[in-house]
């Protein structure tokens, strides 16, 4: 029992003399680069000191420590050894376990099957209201940005942005899912009033399911104007339907 407790008590002093000697090793290599007027260029110094010092300091001190603690140790009984190294070593563990949480590595993240698979659902929307009548084209008039989890993405307009069929006209959209997120929400927003805009739920899941076609129009669920959100009135003649895509030979976007 009692070289146990010498043996640790030469650990701990090792320990701690080494952390020393590759501290006074780091200092003192700095000290000499400034007598000797050695330059900080790219960080030569820095570098001497963290791969070279360092090391060669922290096993002088080791080395010693051990030496040290281990003459120390021969010298006084085993139950003064065992009362300096286990108080030492249990303040040692309580520390470890505080830290722990700390430093631990976060947990990996999920992978997104859009994002290893090249698959990613390809969401093609259509928006109809009342014909715009204001020149310019639909691509300065409108803006829409699909949010996912307060992440927005801006939508791309389609090949035909817009057709009008009774007076009505009817946007074409599209945009790549390229993560799992529920609630999104499409956002198309006036660029004349940057304040303003029509919300529309999409309850289409995390991995939304291929369809062939389009489905049933849906109103427009809110309106955001005078940076108020509401409900959208009654009354207002604002649609959205999609149709959802998915072809794993389409190389993703970023």
């Known amino acids: 029992m009692a070289l146990i407790f010498r043996g640790l008590l030469a650990a701990l002093v090792a320990v701690a003399l080494a952390g020393l000697g590759a501290l006074a090793a780091?200092?003192?290599?700095?000290?000499?680069?400034?007598?000797?007027?050695?330059?900080?260029?790219?960080?030569?110094?820095?570098?001497?000191?963290?791969?070279?010092?360092?090391?060669?300091?922290?096993?002088?001190?080791?080395?010693?420590?051990?030496?040290?603690?281990?003459?120390?140790?021969?010298?006084?009984?085993?139950?003064?050894?065992?009362?300096?190294?286990?108080?030492?070593?249990?303040?040692?563990?309580?520390?470890?376990?505080?830290?722990w949480p700390l430093l631990a590595p976060p947990p990996p993240r999920p992978i997104d099957p859009f994002e290893i698979q090249g698959a990613r659902p390809m969401v093609e929307l259509q928006v109809r209201l009342d014909r715009i009548r204001e020149p310019g084209g639909i691509s300065v008039l409108w803006r829409p940005i699909l949010h996912s989890r307060g992440h927005p993405r801006l939508v791309g307009w389609a090949h035909v942005p817009e057709r009008v069929v009774d007076s009505v006209s009817i946007f074409n959209l599209r945009v790549e899912l390229s993560h799992r997120h529920a609630g999104r929400v499409l956002e198309l927003r006036w660029n004349s009033a940057p304040e303003g805009a029509y919300l529309f739920d999409l309850p289409f899941g995390e991995v939304p399911t291929a369809t062939a076609d389009f489905g049933p129009w849906r109103r427009v669920d809110r309106v955001a104007e005078g940076g108020a959100v509401r409900p959208a009135p009654a009354d207002l003649a604002v649609h959205v339907r999609w149709r959802v895509t998915v072809d794993p030979d389409r190389v993703p976007s970023n």
């Open 26 to 99: 780091l200092l003192l290599t700095a000290l000499v680069g400034d007598v000797v007027g050695t330059g900080q260029q790219e960080g030569a110094l820095g570098m001497a000191g963290v791969m070279g010092a360092m090391p060669l300091g922290g096993i002088a001190g080791a080395g010693f420590g051990l030496w040290l603690g281990w003459r120390t140790g021969g010298k006084i009984s085993a139950r003064r050894s065992a009362a300096i190294t286990l108080p030492i070593l249990a303040a040692a563990a309580g520390l470890a376990l505080w830290l």
